[in-house]
């Protein structure tokens, strides 16, 4: 259960259909729980629950809650190796959620005065500006690289080698299974040929227009089911 529920979160975050997503949040409809709470610590701007099965750690704007309340969520981010300063204590993983309910009664929701206070011990959940896609003809391709539409197109021939494009950055999902996941278009290609995913230890901001350089890996099975038809692996970017 726990390792589906994680697989079911990242890949939320990283398969480019109708849904994603702000830092790296899980859509309103992909629920998890109920689940029962073990641990409850409460610091304030937050409470942390620690949840049995699936066993992890989820944060979110105070509310009542006690050992032994089922609990489900949804609309989260996941951060990774994150330190809280109040605890003096690093959790592996921890989801910071927006949307929870408590035996199936929906409360506490991350409130308006929390969103804006930019709490410098806990990162705020809040959904990214939609960065619109570039239109043809409107990102001037480099001379001696490719387009998202010659990639996808050439994919077999390109397969384990070093390409370069010059591309927007639509959306950008930091810290999913070690990684940053970026999402790229330039215009060329249509649906759904016309973006490509790249994985950096890089973190460009969305609408940034960038040169971004890595290895082509055609039909990439990350597991679960979930393929990608390309994937640009170890991107660098620049401007």
Not at 101 to 108: F, K
Request: contains cysteine.
């Amino acid at each position: 259960m726990k390792a589906m529920s994680f697989i079911l979160f990242a890949c939320s975050l990283i398969v480019q259909t109708p849904g994603l997503s702000a830092e790296e949040t899980l859509p309103a409809d992909a629920q998890i729980g109920p689940a029962s709470v073990v641990e409850t610590i409460d610091v304030g701007n937050y409470i942390y629950l620690r949840l049995e099965d699936p066993d992890i750690w989820i944060a979110t704007s105070p509310l009542e809650v006690v050992v032994g309340d089922q609990v489900s969520f949804s609309n989260g981010a996941e951060m990774r190796n994150f330190y809280s300063k109040i605890l003096d204590r690093t959790f592996e993983s921890i989801l910071f959620v927006s949307k929870v309910s408590i035996d199936g009664r929906d409360i506490a929701k991350l409130h308006k005065s929390a969103m804006e206070e930019q709490s410098v011990d806990h990162p705020v959940v809040a959904p990214p500006e939609a960065v619109p896609a570039p239109v043809a003809g409107e990102i001037e391709a480099l001379e001696d690289g490719q387009t998202v539409a010659s990639i996808v197109a050439d994919s077999i021939g390109l397969n384990g080698q070093s390409v370069r494009l010059r591309a927007r950055v639509i959306k950008v999902s930091a810290n999913v299974m070690g990684k940053n996941w970026i999402t790229l278009q330039d215009g060329s290609g249509t649906a759904p040929d016309n973006k490509l995913l790249a994985t950096s230890s890089e973190t460009p901001a969305p609408g940034d227009l960038v040169i971004a350089a890595g290895t082509l890996r055609k039909d990439v099975d990350i597991g679960s089911g979930y393929t990608y038809k390309v994937l640009l692996e170890e991107a660098a970017f620049s401007q």
